[in-house]
Structures are given as C-alpha cells and as structure tokens.
C-alpha cells in the first residue's frame, strides 16, 4: 500500500508576499530560521522547517500578538488555495467552518475539531506534535484567521465569545481588541469559541457555481488521501500527538481509530509491522525533529517522545544513532551552519 508522509507541508500561497507587504524580507527570515535560502521557493517543507520558518517571523515581527494580526488581516483572498478559496465562497459561516473543518485533513500539520452545543460552537486545535513545539504566533494566526473568515464572508464585525491559547501569546489586550472578547493563556488547549447564532449569517461572497467545480475535485483529493494513509501511519501520526502525555497504549491509539486493540494489531500485521515497531520509529523520528530544536534541553526532550527518565533516553538513542543526543545534535547544528554559510558565500550575501 502507498503510504503518505504527514511531515511535507506546503508553505501558503503568497506566504513571503505576505512578509514583504509587512516589511519583512524572505531572506531575512530564512536566516534567522537557520535555515538555507534555497528554502523560500521550496514548494513543501518539513514540520521542523514550517516551525522554524514561522518562529522566525514571530521573532522578527516583534509582539506575538502584533504579528499574528497583521499578517491574518493582510493576507490576500487571491493567493488562497482551492482548499481555502472552498470556504471564503461558502453559503454561510457555518458551511465556511464544516468545510474548513473538513478539507483541512490535506493541510498538516493541524486537524480542527468542531462542535456545536447550545449556544456556542467551540474549534479546536490540534496538532501532529505537541503544541509546546509549535510557535505561539502559528497558533494564533490559525485561530485568527477562522474568525477572519467570518468576518470577511458575512461582511460584518464578528467577536467570538472566548479564545483559549496554551502559551503565552504576547500583548493580550491588543488579542482581545482582535477577537472581540476576553482572552485566556496558558490553558490546556487552544480553542475558539464562536457565537452559535453567527454561523447561520449568509455569506456575501457564496458563488455557488466555483463550489458545484471545486467540491467534487476537492472531495476526490480528500479520498485519495484517505486511501493512501496506511494505518501505520495514522498510528504514528497519533502517537506523536500524544508522547507528552506518556507513553501511548494500543488501546487508547485503537480507541482514537475507532477499532478495538485486536483489530489494530492484526491490521499492523498485515502490513508487516507492530505496535511496539511503530512506537520506536515514532520516538526515533520526534526526537531528531526536537534535537534539532536547541532551545529544548535533552531533558525535555526526553519528556516530549514519552520516556520518564533520561537514561532510558540516551540508551534507546545509542541504539537509533550510534552517538549520544548531545553529540549528534552537535553535529547536526554545525552541518546546517556550515551549509548556510556556503550557500550565502555563493550567493555573495553577507
């Protein structure tokens, strides 16, 4: 079975035009991102990439919160992706959200997770690795840009009715001027709380004849992705959302499948692998994403792929890499510098 990789992320269409309209020069952020220039054209880039380029932004944009506005309330309805523009001509904000909801599954590496009740209907943000490794400022604009959409489709000033980040998020006075409502950090999930009512508010820009085109190709897409996920990697996808909180058990991976342990272990067989494999390849790969991230210390990056103590750690990494995590993330921090520096000396810019 053809397998999809969850780790190549398409960079958003007018992304760096984005930047300029802000001041900001591509270069500059693929710098401060530590990463080479050749970067801004690649059509895809890895998770730890997509980090580092938004990280970068963040940092050369000053205040979270500033950044995280500009550039959700800049950015172009032209440059949006079929999987965007989908939304933007929706009947109404709530068939703008379903479908965002929906076709976000081709966009990694975020799932939203929305439920109406009463009142209110709450999003939530999930994402493939642990929301501690992910940029504030990522967080922010995601959550921003689903109100955004409402705002833009229905022609009027909508507020949510709560907004909930997991990390700090800058000048939160300045986010809730922006939102419309009151603003809470450091709480367990990052969720966006809508008023039910506005999501029956017809939208101005509905074309009904671009979605009769765009669905059915949009709807394909989607099933072609489905099929093509083996159910190895739909395990490690989960396992790898979930190594802060332990170690994953089948079980609760099974449950979040929708299929008892039994089944998920058979299915795992028929593709020559097992739980335990897949479990070891899922830490083997996180933690070289998180090495490569020198603001964690070994310590937490232990934590991050589930072991509770830092021996453990080290020895499962001898087996993976022959080296000790300090050494390789050594290595690998002065290879990256070393190809930055040769590609700006071919480029002569200093």
Known sequence: MKTHS??????????????????????????????????????????AQYYAIWQAYSDLAGDIAQ??????????????PPTILATYHARDYRDALQRMVRYKQLCPPDTLRMIEDGEECTIDLEWLITDQSCPPLLVGITLAFLLELGRRGTGQYLAARTVEFSQPM????????????????????????LHRRDLDRPFLTYNEELLEILTPALDRTLLEHQGNCSVSDMVKWIMKRS??????????VAKELGMSDRTLQRRLTEESTSFNHLLTQARHEQALLYLADLSLDIKEVAFLIGYEDQNSFYRAFRAWEGDTPAKWRSEHAEAQVNVEDTLSDRLNIH
């Not at 780790?7 to 020069?25: T, V, Y």
Request: net charge positive.
């Open 170 to 193: 800058g000048d939160v006075q300045v986010l809730e001027s922006y939102f419309g409502c009151h603003i809470r950090t450091n709480a367990d999930r990052n969720r966006l709380t």
């Open 67 to 80: 950044g995280m506005i500009k550039l959700a309330t800049i950015y172009d309805v032209t440059k949006y």
């Open 6 to 47: 969850f780790d190549r992320i398409k960079m958003p269409p007018g992304f760096w035009e984005g930047l300029r309209q802000l001041g900001i020069a591509s270069h500059d952020v693929a710098r401060k991102a530590g990463l080479p220039l050749t970067i801004i054209s690649e059509p895809a880039v890895n998770t």
């Open 243 to 252: 190594f802060s909180g332990g170690r994953p058990d089948v079980q609760t």
